[in-house]
């Protein structure tokens, strides 16, 4: 039986998944003419749309430097504005069709990560999914 890893090791090696996803994810969305930053907007779009205030949280930027990311995704016609229905004063941002092709364009693309994943079974697939979800619920 082998050892338990330590929380230290695990950390390290989550730090190191983490790393090489990032940097994967970097030169994905580099091909397809986006920063970092706006791949990450079109992520965190992809599972609902946003306001802006919550993208800007979650992404963890000042809301100025966010209008300029939606400015330039809109420009490409990645993402649209629109008005909450709850706050007519508030603006969602939301993916266009153009913007899911990008982002899944961006993970299909992102080879270490793919490669990475391939060699794990359906089970293992699984148990990795539940294992994250455990340590990172959403």
Do not use: W
Not at 103 to 111: A, F, G, L, S, Y
């Amino acid at each position: 039986m082998s050892p338990i890893p330590s929380k230290a090791q695990l950390m390290e090696l989550l730090a190191h998944s983490v790393t090489t996803h990032y940097a994967d994810f970097t030169a994905s969305a580099a091909d397809t003419g986006l920063t970092t930053s706006q791949a990450k907007t079109l992520s965190v779009l992809r599972s609902a749309p946003a306001s802006m205030r919550s993208l800007a949280h979650t992404l963890a930027c000042d809301a100025s430097n966010m209008t300029g990311i939606i400015d330039r995704l809109e420009k490409r016609d990645l993402v649209r504005r629109e008005v909450s229905i709850t706050d007519r004063r508030v603006k969602n941002v939301a993916l266009t069709e153009a913007g899911e092709k990008v982002i899944d364009t961006i993970r299909e693309r992102m080879e270490q990560t793919q490669t990475g994943l391939d060699n794990l079974s359906d089970d293992e697939r699984a148990e990795l999914f539940r294992l994250l979800t455990v340590v990172f619920p959403r």
